[in-house]
């Protein structure tokens, strides 16, 4: 079993910056890698970002590219999502997920944490 329990979600101004965090917990929490997914009112949950197991290799969504970045401390159990430049439309509660591999179907779910960007 793993536990993944998202932070760092709140209000922000247009422009501004957010730091997420995913803490992961279960014994095999090494073995996977973490995706953040993000889901807006009416809208498909998206996937966004991903990080492999040895946070060697990272991917982004077009819409958070260049403006996100995912990084990992597996000493700390860890999986953080840095947010500039934030706009409107990146309004949504984000997940944090875990898959045995990026881009395969994850096995484990957060409970997701509130993000809004709004003037």
């Known amino acids: 079993q793993l536990q993944l329990v998202e932070s760092g979600g709140g209000l922000v101004q247009p422009g501004g910056s957010l730091r997420l965090s995913c803490a992961v917990s279960?014994?095999?929490?090494?073995?996977?890698?973490i995706g953040w997914f993000r889901q807006a009112p009416g809208k498909e949950r998206e996937r966004i970002s991903c990080?492999?197991?040895?946070?060697?290799?990272?991917n982004y969504a077009d819409s958070v590219k260049g403006r996100f970045t995912i990084s990992r401390d597996n000493a700390k159990k860890t999986v953080y999502l840095q947010m500039n430049n934030l706009k409107p439309e990146d309004t949504a509660v984000y997940y944090c997920?875990?898959?045995?591999?990026?881009?395969?179907?994850?096995?484990?779910w957060g409970q997701g944490t509130q993000v809004t960007v709004s003037s």
């Open positions: 997920a875990a898959p045995s591999l990026c881009g395969l179907r994850p096995d484990y």
């Open positions: 990080i492999n197991r040895r946070g060697s290799s990272t």
């Open positions: 279960g014994f095999t929490s090494d073995y996977y890698a």
